[in-house]
């Protein structure tokens, strides 16, 4: 008994002895995560998510998490008879879809993972795009003739509030955009994570989804692509290999490392800990993005 206790300890020791290194990497670095989708499915799954964002705040990274909350969304719409629907992707939101979209992100969503950030000893702070116009935005044309309703195509983040707020505080980011009158819109929460990564010119930005990453066969796990390029992403999009709602997903990615991030990865979020497994391990998980 007493071996294999020593055998446990050994390994835990092994573990820690591997991350070191990775821990002085990351340092006072800009981390951004988005997380959401169905990926937010599984409390027990969200709460290991958010103890590692706790976790690296407390070795010295600032990382910044970024949510969405479809799923919820949906629902709240579904009781309320509100009809949405999605094209090129992107869900079409009416005026009245809006301020469900606008309630569940802001007022359940962003203030309960705050919350639970708090309870595990970091310090969290919630805001949404309208807060001191974090995300400004006009309304999205993307010339296909679509009219998305109230889905907004970003202009600027405002960089400045959170430079001073990461010092100290984990900003918790609901993706709910502002027009220059003061009008609310949604925002698709990839592409909202890959410009505030840009923005900030952040070390790393992973996208926490239900899948493993980019595959040349949607349909087989095995063919899960570990490094793929912009280029290579473009590719694919062209052939149709890349479809539906993994197209902004890739799209915010390449912007992002365009705009000065200086690596991606979509990874399976609700494998336990894989913000640990993918920052502080050698084999890390999902697909990287880079130029």
Known sequence: MKN???????KKAEVLTEALPYFSKYVNKTVIIKYGGNAMGDESVLKTIL???????????????????????????????????????????????????????????????VSTLNTLGAKAIGLSGKDSELIKVEKLDDGSGVDYGYVGRIIKINSDILNTLKQDYIPVIAT???DKDGNSYNINADIAAGAIGGALAAERLLFLTDIDGIRKDEKDPKSLISHITVGEIKKMIKEGTISGGMIPKVNACCEAINSGVKSVEIMNGTIPHSILLELFTVEGVGTMVTN
């Open 176 to 178: 709910v955009g502002v």
């Open 51 to 113: 103890q590692d964002v706790a976790a690296l705040k407390m070795v010295g990274v600032n990382p910044i998490l970024i949510h969405g909350g479809g799923p919820e969304i949906n629902a709240m719409l579904d009781k309320l008879n509100i009809k949405s629907e999605f094209k090129n992707g992107l869900r079409v939101t009416s005026k009245e879809a809006m301020g469900v979209v606008e309630m569940v992100l802001c007022g359940k969503i962003n203030k309960q993972i």
């Open 4 to 10: 294999n206790n020593q055998n446990e300890i050994i």
